[in-house]
């Protein structure tokens, strides 16, 4: 099995173990594939599962009290869904949906139970990453309390998941801009003004419809943090 067959090797908190370890959790992971658009568990729905992201994205989302979505967060290629589910044992709240065809190491409440008692140090970094994750909560979030609207794609850009090259980070827009203005709690035309400014004043670069470069790192988190 290479290492790109290997889902648990790609994901953080498993990256701890020794080959021959992830070889020994891969045994508990059961494979699935979903196609674009496909529901993956919604609401109410017995879910004591961890999902374990191996190629693709997942939109996680919840309905408010007047019928409109609200995109709590994308998950792609090594993230994991459905940690609180496990922890808590409380059935899930929100939405799960693929945003394209996605890859998953499926592994469910029982045989992680056991890992975790196996291998303690996939709990260690399991938490480190759902800190990691509130940590990208509450920056987000004292963006979108300001009214600074390049604030908050500021601090939105600096949390996506990106590729390093010579030091400069490229990433990749997650969602339709439609959606991602919702997101920020802005509008289609704002959001597009807003990069363009970013992308005058040599912060940013972009690349199409998706694909942006972080020129300036430092300046973006200023911006980040008016």
Do not use: W
């Not at 020994?24 to 993956?40: E, I, L, S």
């Not at 469910?108 to 140090?121: E, G």
């Not at 020129?215 to 980040?224: G, K, N, Q, W």
């Amino acid at each position: 099995m290479s290492e790109d067959e290997l889902c648990v090797a790609r994901v953080p908190i498993f990256q701890g173990l020794t080959r021959s370890e992830q070889l020994q959790v891969a045994r508990f992971a059961r494979p699935v594939v979903v196609a674009k658009g496909q529901t993956v568990y919604a609401p109410g729905q017995p879910a004591r599962r961890l999902l374990v992201i191996h190629s693709g994205q997942l939109k996680v989302s919840h309905t408010a009290a007047n019928g409109q979505e609200q995109i709590l967060r994308t998950v792609t290629d090594g993230d994991v869904v459905g940690e609180r589910a496990f922890l808590t044992g409380h059935q899930p709240d929100d939405f799960a949906v693929a945003l394209e065809e996605s890859r998953m190491c499926v592994f469910d409440h029982s045989d992680l139970s056991a890992l975790l008692r196996d291998y303690p140090d996939i709990s260690q970094r399991m938490l480190r990453t759902l800190s990691d994750r509130l940590s990208s909560v509450e920056r987000l979030l004292t963006a979108i309390t300001s009214s600074d609207v390049s604030a908050r794609i500021a601090a939105y850009l600096l949390d996506l998941p990106g590729d390093m090259r010579d030091g400069v980070a490229t990433v990749r827009l997650p969602m339709a801009k439609r959606e991602i203005s919702a997101y920020l709690g802005t509008t289609p035309e704002t959001l597009s003004r807003r990069l363009a400014a970013l992308a005058a004043s040599g912060i940013i670069e972009l690349h199409g419809r998706r694909d942006i470069t972080i020129l300036d790192i430092d300046a973006l988190e200023r911006t980040a943090a008016p």
